[in-house]
Structures are given as C-alpha cells and as structure tokens.
C-alpha cells in the first residue's frame, strides 16, 4: 500500500530592504522547516536583500518597483499556486514570526478543517503587548471581524497565517494591495468567501534588525486609518469561490 505523499508546503517572505535581518530567518527557516520551500518576494527593495535571499538557496521574486505587502504576499500566493503548494504561510523577514511556529499553524489547520490560520498575539500565548491608539485599534477590529468570520479572533492585523490550497487559489487573485489589506482586508475576503478562517495563540518578538514600519508618532493616526481599510473590505462585492474537493 503506497504511502500518502507528504503535503508541500512553501513559506512566504515578503522582504523590503531587509538584508540584515534576513539570514539569522532564513537559517531558522531552515532548521525548523527544512522541507519547506523558500520564496522570498523582494518587494522594490534598493538594497541586497535579493541578492542575499539567492545566495542563502531561496527562490526570489525580485519586484521592479515597491508594491507593499499586499502586493508582494499577491506575487506569492501566485506563485504557490502555479507550482501546485499544498500550504503557504506568511512569515516575516523581521524575525518578529518564530519559524517553529509554521508546523503548528498548518497542523492547526487540519485540525481544524480551516483554510486560514492566524498566529495569533493576544491569545494567551507570549508577552507581545501593544498600547495606545494601536491597541484600541486592534480591539475593535477584532470584535468587528471576529463577527464577520464567525469565530473570535483576538490579532485580525497579525502578518502570520498559514494557507490552505483553497486559500492559496483565492488570495492568487484576490489578495488586496492596500494599506492593511494582507490583513484586515483579506480575511474579510476570507470569510465572505466561504473559507473558514481561525487563530493559534504564538509568541512574536521584536524585530532583529532595521526599522518598524510604524514610528510611536504615526500610531495615533493607525485606528483611523485602519477603520477605513475595514469599511472599504465590508463595502467590496462577495467572492464567488468553488471548492476542489480533497483527492
């Protein structure tokens, strides 16, 4: 009796001038995950961050101009699915998303007959913490979007999910560009979808190297902005997505 050939799973990087923090996560990468693959999705960036990503044996997307997350995470999902992955996770180059957390997100998800699984702060897992206009934001939006999946989530703008190959086929053509779009939007998009989207407490820590893409001056400005991004998802037409049935 032949033996069920193991799922293939790809992890996605998406890198704007990321060079230094970028090998010490690859390396981890590698040690936790060593039969995933490695896209790294250089997103415009203007230093070596492509070049690095290549010589450390990742397979680069090297975007001509910087597109922002959403952008890049589109690019990848596009990618996973042309090449046929079976799951796709999202993980920082930052070092902020611990690469030992990819196995249980995707086991997670099959426990949970899910096709988006959110690494979840704020679930009872680590020390993260967030003050402030942020973390008002964040409370709100997960009490908003914990009614729109379904099911409560506590971290709706964590850049840390693992995909489904159901998931993998609607974010390839629908994955949003916008301010907070890889987040909010998308599992926005998720759920209006059909797919069935969760949360998996983890532990985040502080970026390894560079810049947050927040200063503590622009926060006060983020529960505004970030309610914008949730009324434009909630206001966008429904997706129309047929599931393949599982071989």
């Known amino acids: 009796m032949a033996a069920e050939p193991l799922p293939r799973v790809i992890i996605i990087v998406p890198a704007w001038n990321e060079q230094d923090s970028l ?3 690859l390396a ?4 936790a995950v060593p039969a995933a693959s490695v896209l790294v999705v250089s997103d415009g960036s203007t230093d070596n961050t492509a ?3 290549h010589e450390l044996g990742a397979t680069v997307l090297d975007l001509p101009i910087n597109l922002g997350v959403g952008g890049a995470m589109r690019a990848g999902y596009k990618y996973a699915l042309r090449h046929g992955f079976d799951y796709a996770v999202q993980l920082d180059a930052d070092g902020q998303h611990s690469a030992f957390d990819v196995s249980r997100l995707i086991v997670q998800l099959q426990v949970d007959s899910a096709d988006v699984m959110i690494g979840a702060r704020f679930a009872g897992t680590g020390h993260y913490d967030a003050r402030g206009p942020r973390r008002w934001a964040m409370k709100l939006l997960s009490r908003v979007l914990s009614h729109v999946a379904g099911t409560r989530l506590t971290d709706t703008t964590s850049g840390f999910k693992a995909s489904n190959a159901h998931a993998i086929r609607l974010f390839a053509s ?9 987040t909010i939007e998308s599992l926005v998009i998720a759920s209006r979808s059909g797919l069935v989207v969760r949360q998996l407490g983890v532990e985040m820590r502080t970026r390894t190297a560079g810049q947050p893409s927040h200063s503590p001056v622009k926060a006060a400005l983020f529960l505004l902005r970030a309610a914008l991004a949730l009324a434009v998802a909630l206001t966008r037409p429904k997706v129309e997505l047929t599931k393949v049935p599982s071989e």
Do not use: F, M
């Open 23 to 25: 090998p010490s996560t």
């Open 51 to 53: 070049r690095i990503a």
């Open 174 to 182: 629908n994955y949003p560009a916008e301010y907070l779009g890889d």
């Open 28 to 31: 981890e990468v590698a040690r």
